[in-house]
């Protein structure tokens, strides 16, 4: 499965429809940890649920045992 996709089609969607959610959370699409910032263009507002999705994809995208999974 190309978790690295599925990843990118919910930031995109996210960009491209900004929604009018009750909650949101704000998330980083370039992970801190891997050299992410703060900036405008590297944060986007996701649904709990989107969010939480986007993590556990991070997860798979970067796999054990690799530098990018120890951070």
Known sequence: MNYKKIYN????HR????????YS???????RSLGGND????LVELSAREHYICHLLLTKIYNEGTPECVK
């Open 25 to 31: 959370e704000t998330h980083h699409i370039i992970p």
């Open 39 to 42: 900036s405008l263009e590297n």
């Open 9 to 12: 089609l919910i930031i995109e």
């Open 15 to 22: 960009r491209n429809n900004k929604s009018t959610l009750e």
